[in-house]
Every structure is written in C-alpha cells, then in structure tokens.
DNA sequence: CGAGAATATTGCTTGCCAGCAATATTCCCA
DNA sequence: TGGGAATATTGCTGGCAAGCAATATTCTCG
C-alpha cells in the first residue's frame, strides 16, 4: 500500500498526530481512537509497513514511535506544487503593491 | 471525498502532474492516461470536487487547469512533521561531533 | 507451571471505489 | 436540421479495505 493510500485514512493520521507528541502504546492508541484493538493494530502494521513508525517491544507492550522520514516522499511529491501557489501569492502581493505603492517589499526567499 | 483520499489514486496524482506543464483538455488525458474515456472524466469530477482542479469551457471541450491551493491543506498537515526529519539530521551532526571530539556524554534525549 | 495482561492474527461481513460499456448530453458545422 | 465530435452520466461488476469478534501468541509474575 502506497504512502498516499496509507495517509488517505483518517484514524491512520490521527495516529501519526498522536506520536508526533511521543511514543505510545497500543493500549495508549486504544484508548485515544474510536477504534476496536484489533483495528489498531491493523492500522499499525500497515504504517510499519509503509515506514511511517518503528516499534519496539517492552515486555508485553510495544512501544510504536514516530519515522518522520517516511513522509518526506509526500513532501517530494509536493514541492514541485509549491511554486503554483507562491505564484499567487506574489500576484496577491503585487496588487497590494500597487494599491498601496510605498515600497518596503517584505520580500523573502522561497522554499526548496 | 477527503483531499488525501483523492491524491490516494496514483492516476489521479497523475493528472495533477501532467497539469502542472499546463492546461489539457479530456482527449489530451485520456491519451495520456491508461484509463477509458469515462474513467477519466470520474477522476476529473472528484478531482473538481476537492478543488483540485478547475474545467472552462471551450466548444464541446472542456479545458481543465490545476488549482495547487487545494494542496495547501496537504501541506498544512505535513508541516508539524518536517522538523522531526530536521531533528534527525541535527541528531546525526551531534554524533558526527561525538565521534571527533572525544565521545563522552554525547547521550541525548530522544523524543519529547 | 498457571493466570492474566498486552498485542497480533484470523475469519468474516459490509461498503465503497475503480474500471468499463453503453448511453445521454452538449456543442459546432455542413 | 442532422451528423459527428467531445465529454458527462448511468449501470453494472470485481476487488479491496475497514471494521469487529474470536482466537492465538508472547510476555511477566506469583
């Protein structure tokens, strides 16, 4: 299952938010979601499988833990789209230039 | 049909790409595309309906325009994200530093 | 070893989505 | 006005994914 596919689901998401404050457990990811245990854990393994977080056991528990890195295929896919809309923001700032004509440019450099 | 749910259709994420080198009419992105006519014109509907894309018309054809606001969303998601794998790279320059000074006390804390 | 906790796996059902063919619609032009 | 081009809509099917309950697995501890 692709990145995309993976992140087209909501509660999947949701997880990935709920590390992004820190490591959690299963029984942590129960309790937060809407979701049955066993539906978890389907969630869980698809992330793993997709790169989006690690695990690692502790005892009986499995401590699951954010991997960043796996979305940065999504921000790739992005970037090239970045360009379109600073594109219309600097059309957007032209006109305010032109109505107000006082020249300080709060200009600044683009991404990428 | 949520935006990432739409960008889940890798022939979908296509159309967006082809559109970024400009503006096509259907018959340009069914040859374009390994899909049927109708098929096509599916994708275009959902793509419209998350914004994604705009459609004017000209004669029977119908020209569509790629409308990269709508990834905006997208992008507001994966904002908070990026600097975990900016983290990661300041973890590896700190080990990097570890190794060329002495290495003691180059323990730091993971997560938050 | 036995019980219980934490998690994964299995088996099943349901709903939805992608795909196509067929048809409808809309427009231009002879 | 009729025909043909371009696109949308409809109706249908197959496959897949999300959900849960039940069960299996793995670990700790008494």
Redesign the pocket.
Known sequence: ?STF??L??P??RLILDLLRSGDR????L?AAL?????????????LREAGLVQ?Q?D?????YRLRAEGLQEVDAWLAPYRRFWAQRLDALEARLDAIEDDGSGADQGEQI
């Open positions: 299952m596919a993976v087209a689901e509660n999947r457990t299963v029984t942590d129960v809407p979701l049955a245990q066993p539906t978890v854990s389907k969630h869980l393994k698809l695990v056991p005892a009986q528990r499995r401590v």
